[in-house]
C-alpha cells in the first residue's frame, strides 16, 4: 500500500514539472512566429478574486489555470517518461 501510494506521487510529480515546463517553454517561444502556436491555449478559473472580510480578517480567494499546447505536450512527455521508470 505503501510502495502504490509513493508511485502516484512521483506520478504527479512528474506531471507536474511536465507542465511547468511546457508552460515555460511555450512562453520562451511565444514571441517567435514559427513557435508562437505552443503558446496557444486558454485560461480558467477566477480572474478576480473572491473578497472575504470579516473586520478583523481579509482572505482573497483566487486561483486560474492555463491550458497551453506546449503544456499539454509536456504533460503527454511527463506520462511516457513516467512509464519508462
Avoid: H
Wanted: positive net charge; contains cysteine.
Amino acid at each position: 500500500m505503501k510502495g502504490q501510494l509513493q508511485n502516484v506521487w512521483i506520478f504527479i510529480l512528474f506531471l507536474l514539472a511536465g507542465i511547468v515546463l511546457g508552460g515555460f517553454i511555450g512562453s520562451l517561444f511565444s514571441g517567435m512566429p514559427a513557435f508562437s502556436w505552443l503558446a496557444y491555449g486558454s485560461e480558467f478559473g477566477i480572474s478576480t478574486p473572491l473578497v472575504l472580510d470579516i473586520g478583523v480578517l481579509n482572505i482573497q480567494f483566487g486561483c486560474t489555470i492555463r491550458f497551453t499546447i506546449a503544456g499539454i505536450i509536456g504533460m503527454i512527455l511527463a506520462i511516457f517518461a513516467y512509464r519508462k521508470l
